[in-house]
């Protein structure tokens, strides 16, 4: 499927919405258009409010992706992201990453 495809699905609701979130994400670090997808997604009220697990969103893990993808427009578009979130949801999402800046956040994902 296409990047726009995806991003449809996600934006839809589809019931594999996180299944085409996570697809996006893996094109992240090879893909610009894939990073600029996964940003605009990440400030979708739906996405903020469904939870993986605990308190990490799909649009966390999102935000997350851009910033191991480690690069250049990745990390410019993730903190973009980030600063598109509440005060209390960045102030929670720097403390589930053990940073007290976005900047400083380097996860990894495995």
């Known amino acids: 499927m296409s990047n726009a495809e995806l991003a449809r699905m996600?934006?839809?609701?589809?019931?594999?919405?996180?299944?085409?979130?996570f697809e996006l994400s893996d094109r992240i670090p090879l893909d610009n258009?894939?990073?600029t997808k996964v940003a605009m997604l990440s400030?979708?009220?739906?996405?903020r409010r469904a939870r993986l697990f605990d308190r990490?969103?799909?649009?966390w893990s999102g935000i997350i992706a851009l910033l191991a993808a480690e690069t250049e427009h990745s990390?410019?578009?993730a903190y973009e992201a980030f600063g598109a979130l509440d005060i209390d949801e960045q102030r929670d999402m720097l403390d589930y990453?053990?940073?007290?800046?976005?900047?400083?956040a380097h996860p990894r994902i495995v």
């Open 97 to 104: 990453l053990e940073v007290t800046t976005i900047e400083e």
């Open 43 to 47: 400030r979708l009220t739906s996405l």
């Open 75 to 77: 990390r410019a578009v």
């Open 56 to 59: 990490v969103s799909l649009a």
């Open 10 to 21: 996600v934006e839809a609701e589809h019931p594999y919405r996180g299944k085409a979130l």
């Open 33 to 35: 258009d894939a990073a």
